[in-house]
């Protein structure tokens, strides 16, 4: 009998399926070190002590990305291991501050299975939850991956195709970011005097700044996630791979992408939401991650003066500037585009 | 005179020789959090204190190996700075558990020297503890290195091979693992059904997975544990040397192979003692680490139900997948073959 | 309108400028651990919180150079991301111990302005100084750097180039350091039992070792340090200049060679302050840094008999040993040469 974690293929999943994830980690202040050494984040309210606690946290959260990726790293070894491609995300909220010396733990569950009509394949579409040790859930997401069939004449396990959000209503968000002290919140310090009124949809920045990623960098963070999907870091196997090389996991990028936005959007400083965000070319060490965002729609919450949300649209590349604002829409479009992701982020008003 | 430590030569050694080596550190969240991210290790136990302290530790200990490699560290500059090779390891215990805040000291005592037939090197055995700041022994073991001479007219310093057991006797296993909470103890979380029931001597498992190493990798590692040699960092004098290269320290092998480990051995939660190790062939970066595990011995341990220990032999190989489970015995069997451990751990029963 | 930081050029300083610089943070045990992981550092004060309990801390203190890139690393966006070349440092004083949980802060005020001849650029010269959560200074030191003007023809915001002093005098030195109980000093731990009476002025010392660099670990460095100069991680960018390559941030040097140090002044726990520091060549990843180092000066302290200051000059090469302590003064001097750094150490008496 053996005893090794194989991955389960699409024949696997059931709808409504309920997994639960190994492995609880609790996230410390090292997490948070090497987080910052791995992309060089600057937002205050997670550098600071000082900051967070004049503003309105307890102490410095740990950044909503760092969060992300812990949760999706525990789902791994259950939902993606035997995938081909990992395809999209959605419906990707921020419910509740993470703080070091907090334990979270996912869960998932299958809410959709699709097989492709090759019958070597399927998607399957899961909604994953982060929870924290006292049971409090701090991030809800759907994801959907293609996964391989173990056996081709296996019949579908299911056919549903869930419906999922285009973009989160506005209205929903900010439960994770207590009542912000705008006037304690020192503009200065955080390092641009840009509040919510300054930015305009429709308006565009290029955050101007570049970063190289080396290959141990992108296996740390990823081990950091405990996350061990084998193509960041069997190079034996992906030697013999149509690429060749070690794939960086996407949360990498998003990350990346996210430091360098600071550059232009040093107020945003919580990630309320992401809509869907698509790896859109694969991403190898060695290349220099650029990004530029673009405001697609500014909303007031509901009964809150302190912040605004603004609805971003971020595009990472690599080895190539983004002052004139690539795209991927299309195959034929920009090939160094690598990141297409779309947002809530808070800014104070 | 000199102030730098040119470090102890084969004649500079005596027996009963005890040496306190520099330097005190205070193991914290942070090295686990490094630890954490060089290897990709997931067992709950030293992830997360929730679960810890529901299975009877008072939070998530430091990994045992993150232990092993600290004292062993300290130990470098009096013991091994002008090794030739570090040729075993054994009678290693892992004594009492450490925690982040403690503060690892290590005393060595010279227990065997034994000059080769060139006269140009000889071998020195020592027995190197570890004890934390309340005095506590917290590691024990032993270890043998081939030291050049300064100066090969010199008489031996001693002669005198010490008898070392084979095998640690599992009776005396157990002592760093509090009295287990087994139904506290969450399986699914853990990652693995299987119990020490479920495991049968004999018993072949290729953990599957391949972890690629940079030099980054292993450097930072090396360093975390303020270990010295300078074959891990020196890369102007190793060019010149056969290999061209810089070695990897042999324990971020034995790490590797741990981490691996856990894709079949997921409840193997605490190392307890290594009978033996050899690192049958040099690593370096840019290579693939495998591994697989053979379930030597079985055995209960005196008075306690809780927990029961599996004797393994862990073989870690460079750029070659373990299913048909190779072996480096002799000269002409595999050259893959890198690490071949005898270890003792515990699994819940 | 730009919500970018394109960096001050020349014509944006003025005399007497203060500016006040983002990004707060809380240095953490997780920084202390990457600092031990990227350097190798082994001073048992900075090391063991129990070793520096006993000599007269409150705990173990944050290394003074991590303070240093820390407080520097804020000063960059504002300072230095149009710099052409980091000229020199000056009047480096560590005045306050930092301890993990402390959150520094730092200030520059523009103390010279000098137009080069060309009119193309010009030196400023900064007094920076860092500051805890309660206001108290830790660190004060002048930088000077050659910035781009943005447009040639603009005048000469101003013309003085400030007195700055040779080196420190020694009787201002120590209020970082409390009163070292030094027969609690245990310096076999400490790994050296040379005081400060075995130093003698004049003294040569080569620190044997040699580290070689990779460009992850520099970057995973300065980020730490959220030190965003471009020259570091932009590889697209720097492909087209003159070195085709990154730079290594100058700190990275400094801390490597410090760490190097330790091998011959290992007493040596605390930097006290930095009377200049030049960076004679640059560094580039892949090469091993060797270092050696001459007492200069000794000096008593004002009513102080537990420690005594050692005026360093610490020469750090790249790719190049020192046994023969190799200089670079003038152009035709050992091109191996990168770092040329004149401090103050404190060292039991």
Known sequence: MTKTNPGNFFEDFRLGQKIAHATPRTVTAGDVALYNALYGSRFPVQSSDVFAYAVGYPRAPVDDLLVFHIVFGKTVPDISLNAVANLGYADCRFLHAVYPGDTPTAVSEVIGLKENSSRKTGVVYVRSSGFNQDGTKVLNYVRWVMVRKRDEAAPAPGDLVPQLPQTIDPSTLGSACPQIAVRS??????????????????????????????????????????????????????????????????????????????????????????????????????????????????????????????????????????????LKQNEADDPAVILDLDYWVLVPR
């Open 185 to 326: 919140y020192d503009f200065a310090l955080a390092g641009s005097p840009h509040r919510f009124d300054a930015y305009a949809v429709a308006e565009k920045i290029d955050h101007l700044d570049g970063m190289a990623l080396e290959e141990a960098e992108h296996q740390l963070a990823t081990r950091l996630y405990q996350n061990t999907a084998r193509v960041h870091f069997n190079q034996f196997a992906q030697s013999k791979d149509r690429f060749g090389r070690r794939l960086v996991y996407g949360g990498v990028v998003i990350s990346l992408a996210r430091a360098l936005s600071f550059n232009g959007l040093a107020n945003a400083f919580h990630i309320a939401a992401i809509n869907g965000g698509r790896h859109v070319a694969p991403m190898f060490a060695g290349a220099t991650v650029f990004a530029w965002s673009e405001v697609l729609a500014k909303a007031e919450l509901p009964k809150r003066t302190d912040v605004g949300a603004l609805r971003l649209r971020t595009i990472a590349t690599k080895d190539r500037p983004c002052a004139d604002f690539p």
